[in-house]
């Protein structure tokens, strides 16, 4: 259940029965063919699901992250690492203030990583925290369906492509990964370098596997909420 589903009353009598809460961090930003806010749909969905079966609540989304490689993209909208990193500990001090005590961060986007070590200075500051991170295409789960169904994960190729983001037609054939000939790069080398968007390999694959690999991300955030 989300927030928006509820008044102030009912989160606090939530608090009187439950700590746990999730919270989801994402980005807007180009994924090629797929929606421009991929980076939010895919963990908001995970989080829904998961909610359905434990009764944790969901945080509103924080729908920005860290995306500047990415700004001659139309559409990405990019907050700088120092305010992301603010914007998620206010987000927490703010619901630890009311009584939260666990938290799960859900993050879908990679360049949010830095977050991980505000959270473990907050972690120190706050002893009677309890925080855990998932970054749901790090699962082994997925490296597993990936290794056997011999297909590379990358952004916004398949991995990505859940019926949920497509908001369009994508390209039957699969594309060549670039040479990228730096590990940092400027927006518009990025898009020079890049083209559409995605990182290569198919655009999309059967949506077997991709069910596969949701109810696979979903068993694991219900592990996690056991903390």
Do not use: C
Request: proline letters at 6%; zero cysteines; aromatic letters at 10%.
């Amino acid at each position: 259940m989300r927030f928006e589903e509820l008044n102030w009353m009912d989160i606090e009598n939530y608090l009187l029965k439950d700590d746990r809460l999730m919270i989801v961090i994402g980005a807007t930003e180009q994924h090629g063919y797929l929606s421009l806010l991929t980076d939010i749909k895919i963990p908001l969905a995970l989080a829904d699901a998961a909610s359905q079966q434990s009764g944790v609540l969901v945080a509103p989304p924080l729908n920005f992250g860290s995306s500047p490689y990415f700004l001659d993209y139309p559409g990405t909208i990019s907050f700088r690492l120092s305010t992301l990193l603010d914007a998620v500990e206010d987000i927490v001090r703010s619901v630890f203030n009311q009584g939260f005590r666990r938290i799960l961060v859900l993050n879908g986007h990679g360049g949010n990583d830095g977050v991980r070590s505000r959270l473990v200075e907050l972690a120190n500051e706050l002893p009677a925290l309890k925080l855990n991170w998932y970054a749901w295409w790090q699962s082994h789960g997925i490296e597993s369906i990936a290794l056997k169904q011999e297909l590379k994960p990358a952004h916004a190729n398949w991995m990505e492509a859940f019926p949920f983001t497509l908001v369009g037609e994508t390209p039957e054939l699969p594309k060549t990964p670039p040479y990228v000939s730096s590990s940092i790069l400027d927006a518009k080398s990025t898009r020079d370098i890049y083209g559409d968007g995605s990182f290569g390999g198919p655009y999309k694959v059967d949506p077997a596997i991709m069910d596969e690999i949701f109810n696979i991300t979903v068993g694991d955030i219900l592990e996690l909420l056991k903390f």
